[in-house]
């Protein structure tokens, strides 16, 4: 509900401009965070007035993804990191399990086998 009230989804916006920001997705979650992706015409995103919201940028990065559809269950979610892991290490590939995230696409109201999320994990590189 904080990041919602950030850009303004139910109500006035909560940000320095009380400029209302258009729902992107994925909505990223990891076991402490929630986030929000801001549209590329955001390009000096307003200071949250909420101090639990914090924005910032993130680089590109490569990761590993497996994509599935249905519900938001935080066991499926598990089991597909796993998954991901158990391929990654078959394929010799280094990953950052540390910084996995969930990536959910659809709003709520959604059916649940029509539900599409992304389990991503980053690559570890080594540099060169």
Known sequence: MKLSGYIGVTS???NEKKEKIA????????????????PSNVSDPPAP????????????????VVTYYGGWYKNVADA????????????????????????????PWTLPWLKKNEIYIPLLL???
């Open 49 to 64: 007035t909420n101090g639990d919201v914090t924005v910032i940028s993130r680089d590109a990065e490569k990761a590993a």
């Open 23 to 38: 729902m992107t997705t994925p909505v990223l979650t990891n076991n402490e965070t929630m986030q929000f992706v801001l």
């Open 126 to 128: 080594k540099k060169i």
């Open 80 to 107: 597909k990191k796993k998954m991901l892991l158990e391929f990654a290490e078959k394929d010799n590939l280094k990953l950052d399990a540390d910084r996995w995230e969930w990536r959910r696409y659809n709003p």
């Open 12 to 14: 006035a916006p909560e």
